[in-house]
């Protein structure tokens, strides 16, 4: 088992970001974290990532608390912090000092596969600034990858590479949670989905139990949530 949450539930004052949340997520998946915005999504991964306390319930980490496994865990927040005179060569030089599992062979490599140019973050597009972070989080031999929102707001074609490389780079004992609303460009990543609205787990299944049902994730989701 990778990770688990038992009965987490987060309070932002009287306001549920999870409520009562149930989660095992064992080595070798690929899960979406499905749901609108405000639905719970980011509040999950920084919980799993450490940076969240539950105000209930709880959550481990390779059988600890998160903050205690954080260097086997790669988080790839919504917000983007690159610095603005950061190029990809900066952002190596960065990595490689703070976690000592960053390969930059493996990150070269994503750099080509991404297309990413040479130029200072604040040169680049938005979709470019996506794949230098991807490249980043995905270039880390962690085994717990979270991804927030890696398809949001970016051109269609950026969206294919970044789906292509996190295809090609996931390693087989390692669990990868994408969180998204971008249902119908990433639904074939995923071996399960997870469904929460208002803080709350409203369906976990396998993806290919709903296609054998004869439903898309998609589908799945605007029945769900819609």
């Known amino acids: 088992m990778i990770a688990a949450m038992r009965n987490v539930t987060k309070l932002y004052g009287r306001n549920y970001g999870v409520r009562n949340l149930n989660l095992t997520l064992p080595a070798g998946e690929v899960v979406g974290l499905l749901g609108v915005n405000g639905s719970g999504k980011t509040t999950v991964l920084k919980l799993l990532a450490g940076l969240l306390v539950p105000t209930s319930g709880e959550v481990s980490v390779l059988g600890a608390p998160p903050r205690h496994n954080r260097a086997r865990i790669a988080f790839l927040g919504e917000t983007d912090a690159l610095y603005r005179w950061m190029n990809p060569r900066d952002a190596e030089r960065l990595m490689s000092g703070l976690y000592p599992d960053f390969r930059p062979a493996r990150y070269r490599d994503l750099l080509d596969q991404l297309r990413v140019p040479g130029v200072k973050a604040g040169a680049m597009s938005k979709g470019e600034r996506m794949r230098l972070r991807l490249a980043m989080s995905l270039a ?62 409203v369906l976990d299944a396998r993806a290919e139990d709903l296609r054998a049902q004869g439903k898309s994730v998609r589908a799945t989701f605007l029945e769900v949530l819609g």
């Open 140 to 201: 880390r031999d962690a085994l717990l990858y979270l991804f927030d929102e890696p398809l949001g707001g970016i051109d269609l074609v950026s969206r294919e590479r970044i789906i292509r490389s996190l295809v090609a780079e996931w390693r087989t004992d390692a669990t990868v949670i994408v969180a998204t609303h971008a249902v119908a460009e990433s639904e074939g990543l995923f071996d399960r989905v997870v469904f929460l609205d208002r803080g709350e787990l």
